[in-house]
């Protein structure tokens, strides 16, 4: 069993930044690749961006590229979503999640589901 448990979210304005955590308990934290996902109300939950155990292979949504960076500490059972350049198209509810493997940009091939942080671009 996996424990996952977001923080970081909020109101910013356009332009802004925001870093988002997920913190993991539960099991050996650095054998699993993390990715994040956000989801709109009346919208599919989409894929964000993912990373794998080590840190060194990546992979992000076409939207979110040059503006978002992931990133883990595998000593703090922790991994991030910075976010900069900010837009109003970025207002969802993020997620992280954990599978076993190699990174996935599918949100059904992430076992264990974190409880959602908000976040919200104002224009």
């Known amino acids: 069993q996996v424990q996952l448990v977001e923080s970081g979210g909020g109101l910013v304005q356009a332009g802004g930044s925001l870093r988002l955590s997920c913190a993991a308990s539960?099991?050996?934290?650095?054998?699993?690749?993390m990715g994040w996902f956000r989801q709109v109300p009346g919208k599919e939950r989409e894929f964000v961006a993912a990373?794998?155990?080590?840190?060194?292979?990546?992979d992000y949504a076409d939207s979110v590229k040059g503006r978002f960076t992931i990133s883990r500490d595998n000593a703090k059972n922790t991994v991030y979503l910075q976010m900069n350049s900010l837009k109003p198209e970025d207002t969802a509810v993020y997620y992280c999640?954990?599978?076993?493997?190699?990174?996935?940009?599918?949100?059904?091939?992430?076992?264990?589901w974190g409880q959602g942080t908000q976040v919200t671009v104002s224009s």
């Open positions: 539960g099991r050996t934290f650095s054998n699993y690749a």
């Open positions: 990373i794998d155990w080590s840190g060194t292979n990546t």
């Open positions: 999640a954990t599978r076993w493997g190699y990174v996935s940009t599918r949100s059904y091939e992430y076992g264990y």
